[in-house]
């Protein structure tokens, strides 16, 4: 399926405010892992209250030990300091990589903004090596500006 088919599908998820923001997350991560064959781990994770960490909100895909990621570690924990993306073609060739899984080969973690500020992220993880382009990246974007329409 297309990006541009997948956006009315993002949007209407996050209208309905008969699920908590959290159900939507988790739905919109659901949406992502089922219909992009190369999402296979797809989660959100925000800033930790006055912490400088991150703190992993839903996620769909393998489980995790990484619920709670330290600003500046990982590829994550880089896009909470740097506020830009981060593409990364091959996980193995990252010094400061957390590794959640041997079969992932390469992520993309796109920031949320909200009012100016870094919140949170996307964070995708794929078994595919470097299958992430520019129209993914511009996708996710679309992805957490409608997110963070709906966040307190």
């Known amino acids: ?3 541009e088919d997948l956006k009315p599908k993002v949007v209407d998820i996050l ?11 988790h739905q919109i991560c659901q949406l992502l892992n089922k219909t992009i064959t190369y999402y296979d781990w797809v989660g959100f994770y925000f800033k930790n209250g006055d912490k ?3 703190k992993l909100r839903t996620y769909v895909g393998e489980e995790t030990d990484h619920t709670i990621i330290p ?3 990982g590829i994550c924990g880089q896009v909470a300091v740097s ?3 981060f593409v990364v073609p091959d996980v193995q060739a990252q010094d400061n990589y957390i590794a959640c899984s041997f079969t992932v080969k390469s992520e993309i973690v796109i920031p949320l903004f909200k009012n100016g500020e870094n919140i949170g992220q996307i964070d995708i993880d794929s078994e595919t090596p470097d299958p992430f382009t520019e129209k993914d990246e511009r996708f996710l974007e679309f992805v957490n500006q409608e997110v963070a329409k709906i966040l307190e």
């Not at 209208?15 to 997350?25: A, G, I, P, Q, Y």
């Open 1 to 3: 399926m297309l990006f």
């Open 83 to 85: 506020n830009e993306n």
């Open 15 to 25: 209208k309905n405010e008969s699920n908590s923001v959290t159900d939507r997350l």
């Open 71 to 73: 600003f500046g570690k």
């Open 52 to 54: 400088e960490e991150l």
